[in-house]
């Protein structure tokens, strides 16, 4: 006769075992047990001398391999300073004496332009001189004169570390490219009729990009202070003043430091534009019999900006 195995609600209910709450153990019991088996090894005995002995020469040994590291590295780092300093050097030299011939060669052809026109207003009739005159300055190819305005915006001063003394930047603290566009554009909409950006004059196919660090006004360098000289009617001035990039830059010199002014100025000059390189298009030399429509590219002919022309426009903060 075999017995029958007790059943749940047979057995005894002090014989159950309950596993421990979490909270009530670790109020019971809040010390790691690591920590009560160190105590109890050094309740036992002290560490070996052997192994006290041993383990001194192994920590000075890692010492020395980090500090040896942290030589080689920073010694490494000192040998090529002064290589990355020359390139440097060079590089710089090498960019301004560009620019300087560059500036030679923009006053060579700055004369030799005047020179042609005078040949030119003496060969045309004075209707047509006057003519041809205005058509130039309204596109930029001819010197203007006249009252104005101009805006002056400038980075903000960068701080700098109390420790190595250089400057860091702590926000959006320097003028981009697109400020230089939008001010542009706000000033061709409030009736400008010639504009210039560090005295670079502002045309139709004009560009004002950002390569690297650096802003380019028709692929020349320009660096704060920058100025935006506009010659316009009287009542410009108030109406960039409304404008939302005037507003924008209000915000911007209020908040991130950037320094921002406009004034009107009597007897503004504004120099010529470069010549434009332009092409033209037209008609295939032999077009083929199936072909369908003219063939003719997708480019056209830039036509005189008059006092509304669109500088170019894009990028934003």
């Given at each position: 006769?075999?017995?029958?195995?007790?059943?749940?609600?047979?057995?005894?209910?002090?014989?159950?075992?309950?596993?421990?709450?979490?909270?009530?153990?670790?109020?019971?019991?809040?010390?790691?047990?690591?920590?009560?088996?160190?105590?109890?090894?050094?309740?036992?005995?002290?560490?070996?001398?052997?192994?006290?002995?041993?383990?001194?020469?192994?920590?000075?040994?890692?010492?020395?391999?980090?500090?040896?590291?942290?030589?080689?590295?920073?010694?490494?780092?000192?040998?090529?300073?002064?290589?990355?300093?020359?390139?440097?050097?060079?590089?710089?030299?090498?960019?301004?004496?560009?620019?300087?011939?560059?500036?030679?060669?923009?006053?060579?052809?700055?004369?030799?332009?005047?020179?042609?026109?005078?040949?030119?207003?003496?060969?045309?009739?004075?209707?047509?001189?006057?003519?041809?005159?205005?058509?130039?300055?309204?596109?930029?190819?001819?010197?203007?004169?006249?009252?104005?305005?101009?805006?002056?915006?400038?980075?903000?001063?960068?701080?700098?570390?109390?420790?190595?003394?250089?400057?860091?930047?702590?926000?959006?603290?320097?003028?981009?490219?697109?400020?230089?566009?939008?001010?542009?554009?706000?000033?061709?909409?409030?009736?400008?009729?010639?504009?210039?950006?560090?005295?670079?004059?502002?045309t139709a196919t004009t560009t004002i990009r950002q390569a690297g660090e650096a802003i380019l006004?028709?692929?020349?360098?320009?660096?704060?202070?920058?100025?935006?000289?506009?010659?316009?009617?009287?009542?410009?001035?108030?109406?960039?003043?409304?404008?939302?990039?005037?507003?924008?830059?209000?915000?911007?010199?209020?908040?991130?430091?950037?320094?921002?002014?406009?004034?009107?100025?009597?007897?503004?000059?504004?120099?010529?534009?470069?010549?434009?390189?332009?092409?033209?298009?037209?008609?295939?030399?032999?077009?083929?019999?199936?072909?369908?429509?003219?063939?003719?590219?997708?480019?056209?002919?830039?036509?005189?900006?008059?006092?509304?022309?669109?500088?170019?426009?894009?990028?934003?903060?």
């Amino acid at each position: 006769m075999t017995a029958t195995p007790p059943r749940d609600g047979d057995r005894d209910p002090s014989a159950r075992v309950y596993a421990p709450d979490f909270l009530t153990e670790l109020f019971r019991n809040p010390l790691d047990p690591g920590y009560g088996d160190a105590a109890a090894r050094r309740a036992v005995g002290p560490v070996s001398r052997v192994r006290a002995v041993l383990g001194r020469p192994v920590s000075l040994v890692v010492l020395l391999v980090i500090g040896f590291l942290f030589a080689v590295a920073y010694r490494e780092t000192m040998a090529e300073e002064p290589s990355r300093a020359t390139a440097r050097a060079g590089l710089i030299a090498e960019i301004k004496k560009r620019e300087a011939e560059t500036d030679r060669l923009t006053e060579r052809a700055e004369r030799l332009r005047e020179e042609v026109g005078r040949q030119r207003d003496a060969a045309l009739s004075g209707s047509q001189a006057s003519r041809l005159r205005n058509l130039e300055a309204g596109t930029g190819l001819g010197r203007v004169r006249g009252d104005g305005v101009v805006v002056r915006l400038t980075d903000a001063p960068q701080a700098k570390d109390a420790v190595t003394g250089e400057e860091t930047e702590t926000g959006p603290q320097r003028v981009l490219y697109s400020d230089l566009q939008k001010v542009a554009n706000a000033l061709w909409s409030a009736g400008a009729e010639a504009v210039a950006i560090n005295g670079q004059r502002l045309t139709a196919t004009t560009t004002i990009r950002q390569a690297g660090e650096a802003i380019l006004v028709d692929y020349r360098p320009v660096t704060s202070p920058y100025e935006v000289q506009a010659i316009g009617p009287g009542s410009m001035r108030d109406r960039f003043d409304d404008s939302r990039a005037a507003e924008l830059m209000r915000y911007l010199a209020r908040t991130a430091g950037l320094s921002f002014a406009v004034k009107e100025v009597d007897d503004l000059t504004l120099s010529a534009a470069p010549e434009p390189q332009l092409r033209y298009a037209g008609p295939p030399a032999s077009p083929s019999p199936g072909a369908s429509g003219s063939g003719v590219a997708g480019s056209s002919s830039p036509g005189p900006s008059g006092s509304g022309s669109p500088s170019p426009s894009g990028g934003g903060r």
